[in-house]
């Protein structure tokens, strides 16, 4: 008879355990996916790889020209040209924010302007599609855009087909998709071609010639700078300078969230080889006669040992299989889902590199080790005499206690991360639910900005334009009110505020309070500035015209807290308050509201509580600005706040296109949310919340099938001691709480220890929650109920199968 190689006695002994080998193979491929995923995303952050070709040798030329009579800028891209180590240049600049229509979704983002080569000096391929030619830097009608903003809003099509942006009036087919790694790098999301004649002197792309270096190229470009000051400038010219800034960017700071990630991936891997051990385990217990009788017909230990470690080694094999299947759909659902704010953040998209194979493959040999080492050796030190003399295959107990310290440590990093998912998931809902006080989701902010060098013209054009803007936006259907967006800091010298009953003995307040957290301080605003954003006066009234008026005394409204602590046994309304203490020579401001408590700022945080901070609003005649020489001048820039009805989406692209005609030439018009910074700041906390909820379900699914794994063995090894009880009198029920009792002693113990793991290793993520602190009961209770409850329902059918359990039949085989 042909003698049986190793490799074909472990396939064989696989295939007799189809249960064995999917819940093993799951554990790993799950295990080893997310990890490899964050692995990537850590290698992308840390060791950034642009698509650029040979990108140290690129540079991007910022000038800034201070002289009356500034050299043209052929003049000084001739000269750039001239110099020996510049191998080609191009123009490129960026415009403001604007609001685009992309796929559908309407939103700010950044447009950059590419001059003519700019692409092909960056050497760059397009993902999808085409760059731009000279036909379309002629027309300027077409646009190209990042890969995040295809991921995101185009749903990552293969193919480009009528994709279109709309800006403004105008809608740009989208001709190509860059690569990949350029959002961070040109730090622009959408594309459009330029001209030669209109780029101007914004910037330049410079190539420097291969063994050239920016401590070479620098000081060529300060001598050059030099010259063409003294050959197109006066002596009270301050000159040109020049900003070189390379296109290779720096690695990100691997912050205490991103640690947090590595710990939970590196969390679910340990689950997983614990979820393999603990199989092999169980399963090294069912085979112990196998091992003692071939040990008896003189197999050396090493031979049984080298056995367990192959079936582990093709587990972990099936499960690198799985694991890019995981891989793949985690760092596509990554590219879909993270927005744009995460890249600022320290948070970018994955990246292939040998270190994240390497990794990789160290995960690999890790969990082989790891899962299969101990039960390997278990397996070695099997005593031949002892198995063969025994009647069964297991006794009547001490099976499940071989592996309950395994599989409780399994379930405490489990319960670890679930406790991180319970307190982000808590922030967020915090987050959604926040009640600023007045309409924020209907509000909006309309800006019209100028060029620095044209924003100035009398201050009677100044009045004229703004008044222009608001009967424009006013006239917008949809728009239900809009007031001029005036409101900027008090500028008052001192932070206290007294109040006339403050000379009596009464209170005074620090406004500088919580100031940096958005909230508190002195505001000075226009009129009807609290009907607008639909925030309630509790007593007096709202600012009027004739408070601005600039021989009037002005106006102040007070939040409640500051009322009640200036004036707390009596009305505020009709009062007066100071800045200063009592020698100031500040005015007198009659108090003629008082408004209910609210948070504008733009960073709520639900721990800045009613006591916080104080809050004044005033009303004052509209300051004109002045130049240098002390001459009045205005302003070609407008900013409105702008409330709107149910359509605020439409309304804002409407409200965009009614200032369009009144923005100055290289000007932008722009709206946005009024409470836009705080949905930033909600979408990331969403992405992490997902990010961090799949892998604690990943641990949770992994937990939950360990322990029914090894419920299950444990089960089986001990029908003869069930059988017997059933036999004695046991009832169904009495059986089937043995088994749960089991199983329910592990998921205490690990909860147990995993709520104080999980307590410590949330202040890794203290400061991505909003308004909660890491020690949180509700948030522990629902961690460990939710572990609790879904192992105990993946215990049941092992423990029905026990209840189950013919007596006769099982007495008999024995």
Not at 38 to 48: E, I, L, N, R, S
Request: hydrophobic residues 45%; positive net charge; glycine residues 10%.
């Amino acid at each position: 008879m042909q003698a049986t190689s190793p490799l074909a006695r472990v396939l064989r002994s696989l295939r007799r355990s189809p249960g064995f080998v999917a819940i093993a193979t799951l554990s790993m491929g799950i295990a080893l996916g997310l990890s490899t995923s964050v692995f990537a995303v850590m290698d992308a952050m840390t060791h950034p790889d642009p698509p650029f070709r040979d990108v140290g040798q690129l540079y991007n030329v910022s000038f800034g020209v201070n002289m009356q009579t500034p050299p043209p800028a052929d003049e000084i891209v001739r000269n750039v040209l001239a110099l020996d180590m510049v191998e080609r240049t191009a123009g490129w600049r960026f415009g403001w924010d604007e609001m685009v229509i992309l796929g559908g979704r309407v939103g700010r983002t950044s447009v950059g302007h590419a001059g003519p080569g700019y692409f092909d000096l960056l050497g760059v391929r397009p993902r999808l599609g085409r760059l731009f030619g000279p036909d379309d830097h002629e027309r300027m009608d077409v646009a190209i855009v990042t890969d995040m903003v295809w991921r995101r809003d185009y749903a990552n099509r293969a193919r480009i087909g009528d994709a279109s942006v709309q800006m403004g009036n105008r809608m740009y087919p989208i001709v190509g998709v860059l690569p990949a790694g350029t959002d961070r790098s040109l730090g622009g999301d959408i594309y459009v071609p330029d001209s030669t004649r209109r780029m101007g002197m914004a910037a330049l792309l410079v190539r420097l010639k291969p063994g050239y270096t920016v401590a070479q190229f620098q000081p060529r470009v300060k001598e050059m700078n030099e010259r063409l000051a003294k050959a197109f400038g006066s002596p009270k010219d301050r000159g040109i300078s020049a900003y070189i800034r390379t296109l290779r960017p720096d690695p990100l700071m691997v912050r205490d969230f991103h640690r947090a990630m590595i710990g939970a991936a590196m969390c679910i891997l340990l689950i997983a080889c614990a979820n393999v051990a603990a199989l092999m385990l169980a399963r090294g217990v069912v085979k112990r006669r196998d091992y003692a009788l071939r040990l008896a017909l003189g197999a050396r230990p090493i031979e049984i040992a080298r056995e367990v470690v192959a079936e582990v080694g093709i587990l972990a094999i099936a499960g690198c299989v799985a694991g890019a299947v995981v891989t793949s759909w985690f760092v596509g659902l990554i590219g879909r889902a993270m927005p744009p704010e995460m890249e600022w953040q320290g948070f970018v998209q994955p990246q292939w590199s040998w270190r994240v194979l390497a990794l990789a493959m160290g995960a690999v040999v890790t969990s082989v080790a790891v899962a299969g080492g101990f039960p390997a050796w278990m397996a070695s030190r099997t005593d031949p005499a002892g198995p063969l003399k025994e009647s069964s295959g297991g006794n009547t107990g001490r099976a499940g206690t071989r592996f309950r310290w395994l599989v409780m440590a399994e379930l405490a990093i489990a319960m670890t991360l679930l406790m991180s998912t319970s307190l982000m998931l808590k922030s967020i809902r915090m987050m959604e639910r926040y009640d600023f006080g007045y309409a924020n989701a209907r509000l909006l902010r309309a800006v019209v900005g100028a060029p620095w060098r044209q924003d100035s013209t009398s201050v009677e054009d100044g009045f004229r334009l703004q008044q222009q803007g608001l009967e424009a936006v006013r006239a917008v259907p949809g728009v239900e009110a809009a007031i001029p967006n005036v409101g900027t800091s008090c500028g008052q010298r001192v932070p206290i505020l007294m109040s006339d009953r403050s000379v009596e003995g009464g209170a005074t307040l620090n406004l500088l309070q919580n100031l940096y957290r958005g909230s508190g301080g002195c505001r000075s605003v226009g009129p009807h500035f609290f009907s607008t954003l639909g925030l309630r006066i509790v007593d007096g009234r709202d600012f009027e015209e004739g408070d601005a008026a600039p021989d009037a005394a002005g106006g102040a409204i007070l939040d409640e807290k500051t009322a009640t602590r200036l004036f707390p046994h009596e009305r505020a309304v009709g009062r007066t308050i100071r800045f200063g203490n009592a020698n100031s020579a500040e005015p007198w401001i009659p108090v003629v509201g008082v408004v209910k408590d609210h948070m504008l700022g733009f960073d709520p945080h639900p721990e800045m509580g009613a006591d916080s901070a104080a809050t004044v609003f005033l009303v004052q005649a509209p300051r004109v600005r002045t130049n240098r020489a002390g001459q009045s001048r205005g302003s070609r820039s407008m900013s409105f706040i702008v409330r709107t009805g149910p359509n605020v989406d439409e309304v804002s692209l409407r409200v965009m296109r009614a200032l369009v005609p009144l923005t100055p030439a290289q000007g932008r018009a722009g709206v946005i949310p009024w409470d836009d910074d705080f949905r930033r700041q909600l979408r990331t906390e969403q992405f992490l919340s997902l990010v961090f909820t799949l892998l604690g379900l990943a641990s949770l699914l992994l937990g939950a099938a360990g322990l029914y794994s090894v419920i299950s063995y444990v089960a089986s090894q001990r029908m003869r001691e069930f059988a017997v009880r059933i036999a004695l009198g046991a009832t169904k029920e009495n059986v089937i709480r043995l088994v749960m009792r089991e199983a329910f002693t592990m998921a205490i113990g690990g909860t147990a220890v995993g709520a104080g793991l999980g307590m410590w290793a949330a202040f890794l993520l203290w400061e991505r929650m909003w308004g909660i602190y890491p020690v949180d009961v509700e948030a522990l209770v629902i961690a460990e109920l939710t572990l609790i409850v879904v192992t105990m329902v993946a215990c049941i059918v092992p423990a029905l199968r026990a209840a189950r359990s013919d007596p006769l039949e099982i007495i008999r085989a024995a």
